[in-house]
């Protein structure tokens, strides 16, 4: 899983480049340049804001975009937003690090250490193969549907992209490289700090942002299910009240922050790998 | 600041001749997990500062030799005998070997160990890169460089601390022909210059003439042939006299085949 993931997101970023490269340095198409990405966001709603205004869509079922941005401010002024937003926020976050911190653990050990492989791998390798939302009804008999089963859940699920993107970070290190560390004298430590790990980054950053995309889905299909605060819970709400509008507000919600968290891996990739092409700002 | 130029020639002349290793090989086997021997009973006097060229077919056993001068493969048989500090031994490889992830620099700086302290690892490193041509490179990330160019940054990194022993493991193989040459005139400025003593594994002929004092031919694990090339430096290429030398050595390595 995580590993096709590797494979698909690398040549994105070759495509990326490519694409950029024949742009002219002409100041003039240099906003043009910038503004064009969101050209098609912006011709969806606008289409759609007239399409509800028209009444060729019944605003029951599908409310114009004015009327989400109005629920939004509705509920923004009553800080209900806010609340639901930083719960399902800190929820993320700490199931990410909680999840994350023993992925990176496990894969930084299983690569180092043939042994530590041999005792875990398989091990992990199986439990990889469960998909971790079958799992609701399990977790929700353990820990009922407090945070505990929240958190229980996105650590799981992006455990193992990052795990498998560390161990084959770590495994896809030039030998000539670390041959060259320990004939020019680097000890174990200095090894690992200036040749394994920075080999490796890369690959764990194709983790992360794979983790980052099962961390979202996780929370919502876990807060739609089963929660009594959070943006999912928000969204099962308005549901109940045929508050249409909110429902889509909360969706859109998700994706805005899901490209904030890619906006923000992205931007550290371009600090940390600066050194690589691939990864140069184009 | 003439005084101090003054001394530091001076110094640097009297610390000539003991600026590099002696290297002694006695009855030198290495075989392994328990293969026929890749060197089998090897004999090799080599005297401080001496510029040797290693030269054979491939899978000789001249690579394995030299990881054994250098330590980095232990022998089954035989001893060897390194006069001198045994830490500054230092390998140049087929490929620049560089961290991508470290800047010109910081790449050169890794031939020192963590014990120089930092401003001092850094006025090094850029003092080797001057040597090498690369001043202005200092900062450069290892990918913006040309192949020749990573090659004296690697070069630059195996000279960072002076060691007493260079080896070259065919760090030219991978070069074009006219960069290889001006690498050849590099390394060999730079050893007249610190005096260590250069071993050069090499599958080129003309290079080894072109470089060496003197040039061992190894044939299945021991020395076949061994001459000094007594042509003075500089070394005018197409000189009749090496090129005699070349057809030679050609010869015997040819010739050992029909």
């Known amino acids: 899983m995580a590993d096709s993931a590797a494979i698909r997101s690398l040549p994105g970023r070759t495509h990326r480049a490519e694409a950029a490269a024949p742009l002219q340095p002409n100041p003039l198409r240099l906003p043009t340049a910038k503004l064009l990405p969101w050209l098609l966001p912006t011709l969806v709603i606008v289409g759609w804001q007239a399409a509800a205004s028209l009444g060729l869509v019944s605003t029951r079922f599908m409310p114009a975009p004015l009327d989400v941005a109005a629920a939004g401010w509705r509920l923004a002024q009553t800080g209900e937003l806010w609340e639901n937003l930083w719960v399902s926020f800190a929820r993320a976050a700490c199931g990410f690090l909680i999840g994350g911190g023993i992925g990176l653990s496990f894969g930084l050990a299983n690569g180092l250490s043939n042994l530590s492989e041999k005792l875990t791998d398989t091990t992990l390798q199986m439990v990889r193969n469960v998909p971790h939302l079958s799992l609701i009804p399990l977790v929700i008999l353990w820990f009922g549907i407090d945070e505990g089963a929240k958190l ?9 992209p990052i795990y498998a993107n560390t161990l084959h970070g770590i495994r896809s290190v030039d030998p000539q490289l670390i041959e060259m560390g320990r004939v020019y004298g680097m000890n174990r430590r200095e090894l690992f700090w200036r040749v394994v790990l920075p080999g490796a980054l890369p690959s764990i950053f194709v983790g992360i942002r794979y983790a980052l995309g099962i961390m979202w889905l996780t929370l919502i299909v876990a807060e739609t299910i089963s929660a009594n605060s959070g943006l999912g819970y928000m969204a099962m709400q308005a549901r109940e009240f045929m508050l249409v509008d909110v429902v889509v507000l909360a969706i859109l919600i998700y994706a805005a922050l899901g490209k904030l968290a890619d906006s923000l891996t992205r ?15 184009a | 600041m003439s005084a101090a130029t003054a001394l530091r020639v001076e110094d640097r002349s009297t610390s000539r001749p003991d600026a ?49 001068i250098l330590g980095l493969e232990a022998p089954s048989a035989g001893r060897i005998t390194i006069s001198g500090d045994r830490s500054s031994k230092r390998i140049m490889f087929q490929e620049p070997r560089l961290l991508p992830w470290a800047r010109v620099a910081d790449n050169v700086a890794v031939g020192l160990g963590r014990e120089t302290p930092r401003a001092e690892r850094r006025a090094r490193a850029l003092g080797v890169l001057d040597e090498v041509g690369l001043a202005e490179k200092a900062g450069n990330w290892p990918a913006t460089l040309s192949g020749g ?54 599958h080129d002929v003309g290079e080894a003439v072109a470089m060496a004092d003197r040039i061992l031919v190894v044939e299945e694990g021991t020395i076949a042939l061994d001459v000094d090339v007594d042509v003075p430096r500089p070394r005018r290429r197409g000189d009749p006299a090496l090129a005699e030398l070349e057809g030679r050595i050609l010869e015997r390595l040819l010739g050992h085949r029909a």
């Open chain 2, 20 to 68: 590099g290793l002696a290297i002694s090989l006695r009855g030198l086997s290495k075989s392994f997990d328990g293969g026929a021997p890749v060197i089998r009973g090897l004999d090799l006097n080599v005297p401080a500062g001496q510029f040797v060229a290693v030269v054979g077919r491939s899978g000789c056993g001249k690579s394995t030799l030299l990881r054994l």
């Open chain 1, 267 to 281: 931007a550290l990739e371009r600090t940390c790998l600066a050194w690589n092409p691939a990864y140069r700002n």
């Open chain 2, 149 to 202: 160019q990573r090659q004296r940054v690697a070069l630059a990194r195996a000279l960072v601390s002076r060691p007493a022993l260079l080896a070259l493991d065919e760090p030219l193989g991978a070069l074009d022909a006219l960069t290889r040459i001006e690498m050849q005139e590099m390394i060999e400025r730079i050893w007249q210059d610190q005096g260590f003593t250069a071993i050069l594994v090499t």
């Open chain 1, 152 to 160: 229980f859940l996105v650590a799981l699920g992006v455990f193992f």
